[in-house]
């Protein structure tokens, strides 16, 4: 994948594929350490150890119709390529969590890319779905959590074309 924002895009859809109610997205970007992270943390239904271990093979897929599943293997690869790491933990009934690192030095690491809209793509696109967003660049912290978004909301759908003007405006001011 070209960008680091669609790794975490497929991470997010396979979570919502897997029945998670709940996202949650860390993005740290330590230029003192040199490391890009991510982490996307679930409540879905979870894998068995076995499972974990097959879906980080490329030519597994647990999709009907594909015998490959590119997705978290490329991950896995890129991270390792990039002078990172890689890791997934799920256990069944409580969810999954994925990490991936990445040296921001290396020559080989794809751009972030476009993080507002792959966060409001997210979260328009999958109303039902609660997500919770930090992103950290050297210190500075901005988060987002729709579940208290949709709180304040009461009513009003968080995919209603004025909650994503002011959405679209607010990841514009703090990203």
């Known amino acids: 994948m070209a960008e680091i924002c669609a790794h975490i895009m497929d991470v997010a859809a396979n979570s919502i594929t897997a029945e998670a109610k709940k996202v949650d997205i ?11 992270t991510v982490k996307v943390i679930d ?6 150890r076995e499972m974990s271990e ?3 093979d490329p030519f597994f897929s647990t999709k009907t119709g594909r015998k490959v599943g590119l997705g978290i293997p490329l991950l896995k690869g890129t991270a390792e390529h990039c002078g ?5 933990k799920s256990k069944i009934g409580e969810g999954t969590e994925i990490f991936a690192s ?16 792959t966060i409001l793509v997210m979260i328009i696109s999958n109303p ?3 997500f919770s967003f930090s992103y950290t660049i050297n210190g500075k912290e ?3 959590d729709t579940e208290e978004i949709k709180a304040q909301l009461g009513d009003v759908p968080i995919n209603h074309p004025e909650v994503i003007k002011f ?6 001011e703090n990203l």
């Open 128 to 130: 039902g779905v609660n």
């Open 102 to 117: 990445f040296a921001l030095n290396h020559p080989d690491l794809p751009p972030l890319g476009n993080l507002r809209d």
């Open 142 to 144: 901005f988060t987002l």
């Open 84 to 88: 990172g790491d890689f890791y997934l």
């Open 26 to 36: 860390f993005i740290t970007q330590d230029k003192n350490q040199v490391m890009l």
């Open 43 to 48: 409540d879905g239904k979870g894998m068995t």
């Open 167 to 172: 959405l679209g405006q607010y990841l514009d």
């Open 54 to 56: 097959k879906v980080q």
